[in-house]
């Protein structure tokens, strides 16, 4: 299906792109109106060549030789301090660095780069690739309808979905892209089950459960690779395989390189929900009353360069006093990143709540010609248990909800006060069915998505390692690529904490809306 398909102005031949979907529908009686099936499967297959076009550095960049950018190279080793003023680093040849120069690693990660494939693009948007985008779904669905006798009906229904994807980067394996290149693997599954039963002609309950259960596995590309490790970068990929693949690294001036940034991610979150709704018709009034209970659990791992972060910005090899010079891939080859970072997060977290919510409704018909709909609601939701921290804004230390001192919900209290009023009315002023006046108004309550999941960050559960480092300075030891990161991991105390902390406040509010509407017919 990729015959009409035309060819991108920056692409040497056609990508691939193949499109293939099925879908199968099933369903009938088992036993004559008394049993019923009812089946779906739905697969599809893409496969799309994807065109990235990027900036690498040439043949002579890598042998440390810049004329075709006519960049000089300047010495960070004689910074004058006070000026920032730097002598050449090869007077003898300004635009480039001598090969004794080079940092080992620094040279290994910019031999990373392919070399240059468009024919006379020069040193810009020089090198294109058309790696293959592939998604793979497949789901389907199967419901039973049973009907015991007329006032007992019951229903069973699953669900299931699974999506595995690669979705490539601007240099295939090598990476490149801040967000979010990665093999994945998500699975979604739901199964409910129903009961509806009749007490009589004006009396009938409505009884539901159901658990829906989602993972999420977004991996690096070069997953389970300790590629930083090979290329000499030390402590960047620690030997648990949530660190492993090649370190991001930024160059300026020319495309990234290395795995995508928060990745990996695993997610597994389960939902368990019962309801039940009892509707009463009694004269003018339609009265419903219901309960509604829902336990949620998550598990989360993700930070943001779990495999080391490192930001080559220029400024190393250039005279900081007049602005001349300096080149990303020139601080590169001598080791000199102006920014590191690492997170280390102690494996996946766990949160847990729960949300349980009543509520009572009348529909009035008042007269032939004016209805009220009367209406109120009560929610409440737990603040989250499991391996989480609250920030302490009273006492400026982080309290946490396991350990030795844990305190339930990490000492976050209840919003016990969510009452949702309700109530509309529909009136036809004129006797007739010509005009209908409408209006209602009611509060909401709107609990918000995962906000527990920056919780598990709190101390002393992730460490950020990062450091920024002053062009204005003569370079020391440490700060080299060659140098990596700590060996030691150490965690930061909850009672004395630094860095980035969370907090939910003394008391998870729950936010809420209020909203109206008025119209006429």
Known sequence: NDKLDARNFFDIEKPPYLWNQIAILLGGPIRKDKTFIFGDYQGTRVRQGQTFVSTVPTLAMHNGNFLELETAIYDPMTTDPDTGARQLLNPADPFAIPSTEFNAVG???????????????????????????????DSFDIRFDHRFREQDQLFVHYSFGDVDSIRPASLGDLGGDYCCPSRSKNRSQHAAAGWTHTFGPNLLNDLHGGAFRYLVKGLPLNFGKNVAEQLGIPNANRGDPTSSGLSFIEVSGFQNLGDSLWTPEFAAENIFQIADTLSWVRGKHSLKFGVDFRRQQRNFFQTTAPRGWFSFSSLFTQDLATGDGGNGAADLLLGLPSY????????????????????????????????????????????TNGRIGNFDLARAVV????????????????????????????????????????????????????????????????????????????????????????????????????????TNGPKRVVPYIMEWNFNIQ
Do not use: C, M
């Not at 990660?109 to 985008?133: E, T």
């Not at 977290?349 to 009560?378: C, E, H, I, S």
């Not at 209290?413 to 949702?420: A, C, V």
């Open 399 to 502: 309290v946490n909800a396991e350990g030795p001192n844990g305190v339930p919900h990490a000492g976050v209290k209840f919003d016990t006060n969510n009452w949702g009023p309700r109530v509309g009315l529909a009136w036809s002023p004129f006797g007739g069915k010509r005009t209908v006046v409408r209006s209602a108004f009611g509060v909401f309550y709107s609990t918000e998505g995962n906000i527990f999941d920056d919780l598990g960050l709190n101390p002393p559960y992730l460490l950020v390692d990062s450091a920024v480092f002053n062009p204005g300075v003569v370079p020391s030891s440490g700060q080299f690529v060659s140098d990596g990161f700590s060996s030691t991991v150490t965690f930061p105390d909850p009672n004395s904490p630094s860095g980035t902390v969370r």
């Open 340 to 383: 590191i970072q690492q997170d280390n997060l102690q494996g996946p977290y766990p949160t847990r709540y729960w949300d349980l919510a009543g509520f009572v409704q009348d529909d009035f018909r008042v007269t032939p010609n004016l209805t009220l709909n009367l209406g109120l609601r009560y929610e409440v939701t737990s603040p």
């Open 107 to 137: 040279k290994a990660i910019l031999d990373l780069y392919p070399l240059p494939n468009r024919p006379g693009a020069g040193i810009f948007n020089n090198y294109v690739l058309n790696p293959k985008l592939s998604n793979t779904q």
